[in-house]
């Protein structure tokens, strides 16, 4: 069953650093997500993305985060300076279009931790 | 208004036994009711959904019970197994810019003792 890839599965940083996480979304997926999952607390939406732009976020994707899929088949996700409480498991989800587009493919994740 | 509330927290089981897990929304719009399981180091996967207009969804031994109108879902796992052993969301969402965005719940952690 094809399946969305992320790279790293652990990113260790230092508070103020920038860092790239990386996903390979399914390949004929359109729409991208960015959840996150801070430990022991619910998964948390981020950012949708479809068409090359944003087309939903939350209160929590501030100035702080960008998305951006810069080929055919990656789709990032930067925290151009990290805090403390950026410390989080993120997930990277995608999705296709017509009747199946309500159900979300998770990748394994990206343990981001900020020291 | 975009909250899932889901209880218990934890829960523990003996094999064989059922598996009871409720969620409860407030908003209306809500048209998409899926359940996801999660093990440790791996991302949600989805295990059962339903949408408002059916009132059970049954795929083998998980079943999703949905009363509309007290705005309320459960996930029934029943001859629970020691492989159910994971952590459960409930999440709600309706469809926003042509895709789904779920709003989950708290999880529920649930050990399936042999």
């Known amino acids: 069953e094809p399946e969305v890839t992320q790279t790293p599965s652990h990113q260790v940083t230092q508070m103020g650093q920038e860092v790239i996480l990386r996903c390979v979304p399914i390949?004929?997926?359109?729409?991208f997500y960015w959840y996150r999952q801070i430990l022991g607390q619910k998964v948390e939406f981020l950012v949708s993305f479809y068409n090359n732009e944003i087309s939903e976020k939350s209160e929590i994707f501030d100035d702080q985060f960008s998305v951006e899929r810069p080929d055919g088949s990656n789709f990032t996700l930067k925290i151009r300076s990290t805090k403390l409480e950026d410390s989080a498991m993120y997930f990277c989800a995608s999705t296709d279009t017509g009747e199946t587009n309500e159900k979300l493919f998770f990748g394994s994740g990206t343990q981001l931790s900020v020291l | 208004q975009q909250q899932v509330k889901q209880s218990p927290q934890s829960l523990i089981v003996q094999k064989g036994g059922i598996s009871i897990i409720n969620c409860a929304y407030e908003n209306t719009a809500f048209d998409y009711f899926p359940w996801y399981q999660q093990f440790p180091g791996k991302g949600p996967a989805l295990l059962i959904a339903i949408r408002p207009d059916v009132s059970e969804k049954k795929e083998g031994r998980f079943t999703i019970s949905f009363n509309k109108s007290a705005k309320q879902f459960s996930l029934h796992i029943m001859d629970s197994q020691p492989g159910d052993s994971a952590t459960y969301f409930c999440?709600?969402?309706?469809?926003?810019?042509?895709?789904?965005?779920?709003?989950f719940g708290r999880g529920t952690s649930l050990i399936v003792h042999p």
């Open positions: 999440a709600a969402s309706t469809a926003s810019g042509g895709s789904y965005i779920p709003t």
């Open positions: 390949s004929n997926h359109l729409y």
